[in-house]
């Protein structure tokens, strides 16, 4: 396709909302296949095991309130060259009072990892994050409040720069998502 082909553009229906519902955390290994299917949608996320490939396994995280997710566009017209930083703002209540370790150990593994991530919106489009080098965290911080009534929340900001804008994945369906990846949304 010519880089300088274009179709017309009509202003859509108001129809859209705003935030994402959770991410599937998984874990980044460079072998892992992506594979494409219809028009440039994410079918299925693999691995390679000795005999076949296996569907990988995703993290459920869910969110509330204001965690955001922004792909900024950078094109340099000396270089000949465009890429697409994807940020994740993740914030996050504990899981308990009586599991801080745990949460502190999935802050750990965030911060020290790298990831692909499948984020959720909230119009049930699901988006791959980090398809081709992965997202790493590059900021996080745990914020205990100074009041009683204060939020005891984390936040964690993971990025990814890539070749394509985050592609979307081939389900329109929460249960679609077990042909791409295996959800598991068991909490420890």
Request: glycine fraction near 10%; charged fraction near 20%; hydrophobic fraction near 40%.
């Amino acid at each position: 396709m010519a880089c300088n082909t274009i179709d017309a553009r009509l202003e859509p229906c108001k129809e859209y909302v705003g935030g994402i519902q959770g991410v599937f955390l998984i874990p980044y290994v460079w072998s892992d296949i992506v594979e494409l299917q219809t028009v440039g949608r994410i079918g299925s996320v693999k691995t390679i095991k000795t005999s076949a490939a296996v569907l990988v396994t995703g993290y459920f995280w869910e969110l509330k309130g204001a965690s955001t997710f922004d792909v900024a566009i950078t094109s340099d017209r000396n270089g000949g060259t465009t890429m697409y930083e994807a940020t994740l703002v993740l914030n996050f209540k504990p899981k308990s009072v009586t599991g801080v370790m745990t949460d502190f150990e999935d802050i750990r593994n965030l911060a020290e990892g790298r990831w692909r991530v499948v984020v959720w919106d909230r119009n049930d489009n699901f988006w791959l994050v980090g398809e081709e080098f992965g997202a790493d965290a590059n900021t996080g911080a745990g914020n205990f409040g100074a009041n009683l009534g204060d939020p005891r929340t984390y936040a964690i900001t993971l990025t990814s720069q890539e070749r394509f804008f985050p592609r979307p994945l081939d389900s329109i369906t929460y249960a679609g998502l077990s042909t791409i990846f295996t959800p598991d949304v068991t909490p420890a």
